[in-house]
């Protein structure tokens, strides 16, 4: 089924890519302008963002896999656990343009120390303590 879904998908995005193209020369209005597609940064940050998704999806579903393989955890609990997440990312989204205005600029350093402070707070919160079943000799690892 997959090998037909990649054709079917490959298809209508050549029918689209048709249509606009016929549309825009009889003088109507395109979803997409050619020329939004051959803007400089554009590669360079679609590329940047499919990096970017591919890591988060990984890890959310590596994770989703541990707090239910590992530890036991059902699979609404495992998904309720990134509803604050998922909360997170709806309030930045829409606030976005607000944010930057509201915080001071700090220098780079600053920053990637403050991330890597968060990042060695975060490990110690999340520290398995021993006989936990993640840790080796728990029930997971048997």
């Known amino acids: 089924m997959g090998l037909a879904d990649d054709g079917a998908s490959v298809a209508a995005a ?3 890519v048709l249509f606009e193209r016929r549309l825009a020369a009889r003088g109507g209005h ?4 050619r ?9 360079v940050s679609a590329g940047s963002m499919l990096l970017l998704l591919a890591g988060v999806s990984g890890f959310l579903f590596s994770f989703t896999l541990y707090l ?6 059902s699979p609404l609990r495992a998904g309720l656990t990134f509803a604050p997440m998922a909360a ?7 606030l976005w343009r607000r944010l930057p205005a509201r ?19 975060a490990g110690r919160l999340g520290a398995v303590r021993p006989g936990h079943p993640a840790r ?7």
Do not use: D, K, N, Y
């Not at 080796?136 to 048997?142: A, E, H, K, Q």
């Open 88 to 94: 997170g990312f709806g309030v930045a989204g829409l």
């Open 136 to 142: 080796p000799g728990g029930r997971c690892w048997s």
């Open 68 to 73: 239910q393989g590992a530890l036991g955890e």
């Open 103 to 121: 915080w001071p600029q700090l220098p780079a350093g600053h920053r990637v120390g403050g991330v890597c402070r968060w990042v060695r707070r």
């Open 35 to 43: 020329r939004v597609l051959t803007s400089p940064g554009l590669a």
């Open 30 to 33: 395109p979803l997409i302008h």
């Open 14 to 16: 050549a029918a689209f």
